[in-house]
């Protein structure tokens, strides 16, 4: 499934997305090269191209076959609403979606996942503990392989991080915010649910911002610890200590140097590795009982990029990111379930990315992180294999630049390419 902000969506349940892209002839013996290389231009385009799941070499219903490698490919599968009124006026003049069968708000998904706190625990139940959290680990051998964590274990870690807040003096209770400057990577998840146990508020730093607007959001939030997945990071913000006067403690996710260790004590600002934040939570001889939060009360401030100016901040309440999630449940042809699979890219300071990835865990899905260099983004997709791929226009741009240039060194592939293109265009003008 591709999730994109314009609604662009394609799933494949036996083979990966990069399959089709990269390997638009292979296995043609099975599947015919119209129906890949539809798949293939499905995804870079943006096309609805739905494949659903399907009982290897049976037929399915009218209008579609599934074929001997699992996939289902649906000729005419209609919208579930009019493209052009997906909206509709109620008698006061406001417009609502014209998904919901009824004029009654729909704000979250599950009675028991009304806060990001809940869906975590409820995944860790539907999925009996399953996988959660993967990364790609070197082996000795030379292979990659992605390794994982477990709900439980990703709520443990959690644990031990909010309790060593606690012991750090942070406040419990939603005023308090804790600041974070990470690429994706399993930290990133392990810090956002340790400030929900006692009711903190997350507040994500794109990595692209630069030093006046990072100061800014750092005074505004009045942020007094941040999580840093490098020392890069650590040292930058050190650097503008003396303009950012509530910031006192830098958690880093790897090794401290005797460089930032000297720099942050002259500058009365506590530094510990991740490692380290998690042990003296786990040694901690008191357990305060968590302060769950409550629909209402904030999760996340997330700040605009910064493009137009000064970084805005946003005020999501719990409340509001379960609702935002409400729109998967309208993917009636393929929604999330817990044997889904979803690979993570986009910064998890954009909410597109945190909202996919909370129904992941509401459901009990898995999400598994790329290794933070886009350049190899292709490989980490082909290993992991994933259902679920949320991306941004700008994405799909790339990815269908990289197909034509294919495309476009061989006439056959040009030929096949172009056929099935308009077989597509004559297919969804049914």
């Known amino acids: 499934m591709v999730i994109t902000d314009t609604a662009a969506w394609v799933q494949s349940q036996s083979r990966s997305i990069v399959d089709f892209i990269s390997t638009p002839t292979a296995n043609s013996s099975s599947l015919p090269p119209y129906v890949q290389i539809g798949a293939a231009a499905a995804v870079t385009m943006g096309l609805g191209y739905y494949l659903s799941k399907g009982t290897s070499g049976s037929s399915g219903s009218a209008g579609s076959y599934t074929f001997n490698n699992g996939v289902t490919y649906t000729g005419n599968v209609k919208p579930l609403v009019d493209p052009m009124n997906q ?34 625990r409820r995944g860790a139940r539907l999925s009996n503990n399953g996988p959660m959290l993967g990364h790609r680990v070197k082996q000795s051998d030379g292979s990659i392989p992605y390794v994982w964590e477990t709900y439980n274990q990703i709520i443990e870690r959690a644990e ?27 930290e990133w998840i392990v810090t956002e649910f340790a400030t929900y146990n006692y009711s903190n508020v997350i507040v994500p730093i794109y990595e692209t911002l630069g030093s006046e607007a990072s100061i800014f959001i750092l005074n505004q939030a009045e942020i007094k ?8 990071k650590a040292t930058g913000l050190l650097k503008f200590k003396e303009q950012c006067p509530s910031l006192k403690t830098l958690v880093v996710m790897e090794s401290l140097t005797d460089e930032l ?14 490692e380290d934040l998690e042990k003296l939570g786990k040694d901690a001889k008191t357990r305060p009982a968590h302060i769950p939060p409550t629909p209402e009360d904030l999760a996340t401030i997330c700040y605009t990029s910064g493009t137009t100016g000064t970084p805005k901040g946003v005020m999501l309440t719990h409340a509001n990111v379960i609702a935002d999630g409400v729109c998967m449940d309208f993917f009636k042809h393929s929604g999330i379930a817990a044997t889904d699979s979803m690979i993570s890219f986009l910064p998890l300071a954009h909410m597109l990315e945190r909202v996919i990835e909370s129904v992941c865990f509401c459901v009990g899905a898995k999400v598994g992180f790329y290794r933070g260099d886009i350049r190899v983004l292709a490989e980490d997709i082909k290993e992991l294999k ?45």
């Open 225 to 232: 610890i941040v999580v840093c997945d490098d020392i890069a």
């Open 261 to 274: 260790k000297s720099s942050a004590s002259s500058l009365g600002v506590q530094v510990f590795t991740f």
């Open 87 to 120: 909206s509709r006026v109620l008698p006061d003049g406001s417009r609502i979606s014209a998904y919901l069968k009824d004029d009654k708000l729909q704000a979250f998904l599950f009675e028991d996942a009304r806060t990001l706190y809940q869906g975590v």
């Open 386 to 430: 994933p259902t679920v791929v949320p991306v941004v226009p700008r994405v799909l741009n790339r990815l269908y630049d990289k197909v034509m240039s294919e495309v476009n060194k061989s006439t056959f592939k040009k030929l096949l390419f172009d056929f099935a293109i308009s077989y597509k265009a004559r297919d969804m003008a049914k």
């Open 160 to 186: 031990n991080v909010s309790v060593a807040f606690r012991e750090l003096g942070i406040p419990t209770g939603n005023d308090e915010n804790i600041g974070i400057y990470s690429k994706n990577r399993p």
